[in-house]
Nanobody, 123 residues
Framework: QVQLVESGGGLVQAGGSLRLSCAASGRTLSSYVMAWFRQAPGKEREFVARITWSGGSTYYADSVKGRFTISRDKSKNTLYLQMNNLKPEETAVHYC????????????????WGQGTQVTVSS
């Protein structure tokens, strides 16, 4: 089992920045891929970015490339998402997730989820 707890959401103006954190506990994460997803009201959960816990290899959705950075701190067992130049349409609940499978961008292929943290971007 992997337990995930997100924090860092809030209200920010368009063009602003936020950093989300996801504290992980439970089994060792060395063989896992960690990711961030987001879900706006009435929409399907959407992939944002992922990182391999061991090697740090990253992959981003086209919509966030160049603005968002996913990272992890192994010593703290914490995943991060630095979000810059935020847009109002990115208002959503943001979730961190974990899977032992590589190369996945579909939310159904992730086994463990946090409770989510709300990000609201005002125009």
């Amino acid at each position: 089992q992997v337990q995930l707890v997100e924090s860092g959401g809030g209200l920010v103006q368009a063009g602003g920045s936020l950093r989300l954190s996801c504290a992980a506990s439970g089994r060792t994460l060395s063989s896992y891929v960690m990711a961030w997803f987001r879900q706006a009201p009435g929409k399907e959960r959407e992939f944002v970015a992922r990182i391999t816990w061991s090697g740090g290899s990253t992959y981003y959705a086209d919509s966030v490339k160049g603005r968002f950075t996913i990272s992890r701190d192994k010593s703290k067992n914490t995943l991060y998402l630095q979000m810059n130049n935020l847009k109002p349409e990115e208002t959503a609940v943001h979730y961190c997730a974990a899977t032992p499978r590589s190369g996945r961008v579909i939310w159904k292929e992730y086994d463990y989820w946090g409770q989510g943290t709300q990000v609201t971007v005002s125009s």
